[in-house]
């Protein structure tokens, strides 16, 4: 169809590439094609908010919680975070 360079990315590719961005897996073209979804895409910026929030609280309680009782309290923000992104 069109040999015009692909910028556009379809939602799912955009969450790849946000998972991958996550571990450091991206590359910065992926990075710039995601950043430029993230613009137009709502569902999207919400995906990524979500992600980069949960993964800092789940990096976070790694650090400070071992027991059974501080994972309880890990689910409770995840939870929180999620209703929190959901209602922005
Ligand atoms: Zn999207």
Redesign the pocket.
């Known amino acids: 169809m069109s040999t015009k360079i692909k910028l556009m990315?379809?939602?799912d590719e955009?969450?790849h590439v946000c998972d991958k961005a996550q571990h450091k897996d991206a590359s910065l073209w992926e990075k710039i094609k995601l950043h430029v979804?993230?613009v137009y895409?709502?569902?999207?910026?919400k995906?990524t908010i979500n992600n980069i929030k949960l993964s800092k609280i789940i990096k976070k309680s790694r650090i400070e919680c071992l027991d059974k009782k501080c994972k309880e309290k890990m689910k409770l923000e995840l939870d929180r975070a999620i209703k929190e992104t959901e209602t922005n």
């Open positions: 990315l379809k939602c955009a969450n979804h993230l895409c709502n569902a999207c910026r995906y």
